[in-house]
């Protein structure tokens, strides 16, 4: 299996949006709901922001939003704000039990 | 709310095995539904799964490390456990684990840095 395909950066100056995107094949991303988004400061472990596409857990800020369109999952980070600058990474179900991930983005609030 | 800790040596040989065990608070492995799991990352680069094990003893392994892995759990102890054979540097990174209540990894440990070196 293949880790899903992010960009390696994003940017956006506080208060704007800024989308991320996580692309796979009909074998992960596009087979399945089951993709997941997590947010990573430095030094910290990751933390669950989105699942099932466009779920939130409970305390996650409703600025994050996700959707799929075919092989490709967004994340959506809306009235952008300095503690969002972080690492960025995708997870997919792959089928037969296994996942994957993506390789990371790392959002600056400029 | 759950809490995970992971334990186990900073500093393995070349060639060894690595051990590592995820102790769980704040409820039972065997008591839930739960999936539990093992996630890495080298130093400065992004995530890679491990594997799952449910409390069962059923596990499931990443295919590019399924010939080195084994994830056991000892439910006695609310506690599962990695090891990972035949180590080279690339697998110098932090090691987490995790739950994972469906598709998705919910709770977190701090995760443990392990270091492959002679």
């Known amino acids: 299996q293949s880790a899903l395909t992010q960009p390696p950066s994003a940017s956006g100056s506080p208060g704007q949006s800024v989308t991320i995107s996580c692309t796979g094949s009909s074998s992960d991303v596009g087979g399945y709901d089951y993709v997941s988004w997590y947010q990573q400061h430095p030094g910290k472990a990751p933390k669950l922001i989105i699942y099932?596409?466009?779920k939130r857990p409970s305390g996650v800020p409703d600025r994050f939003s996700g959707s799929k369109s075919g092989n490709t999952a967004s994340l959506t980070v809306s009235g952008l704000q300095a503690e969002d600058e972080a690492d960025y990474y995708c997870?997919?179900?792959?089928?037969?039990?296994?996942?994957?991930f993506g390789g990371g983005t790392k959002l600056t609030v400029l | 709310q759950l809490q995970l800790q992971e334990s186990g040596p900073g500093l393995v040989k070349p060639s060894e095995t690595l051990s590592l065990t995820c102790t769980v608070s704040g409820g039972s492995i065997s008591g839930s539904s739960y999936y539990w799991g093992w996630i890495r990352q080298p130093p400065g680069k992004g995530l890679e799964w491990i594997g799952n094990i449910y409390y069962s003893g059923d596990s499931y392994y990443n295919p590019s490390l399924k010939s080195r892995v084994t994830i056991s759990v000892d439910t006695s102890k609310n506690q599962f456990s990695l090891k990972l054979s035949s180590v080279t540097a690339t697998d110098t990174a932090v090691y987490y684990c995790a739950t994972l209540p469906a598709a998705h990894f919910d709770f977190w440990g701090q995760g443990t840095l392990v270091s492959v070196s002679s």
């Open positions: 997870s997919s179900y792959a089928g037969s039990k296994n996942r994957v």
């Open positions: 099932e596409v466009g």
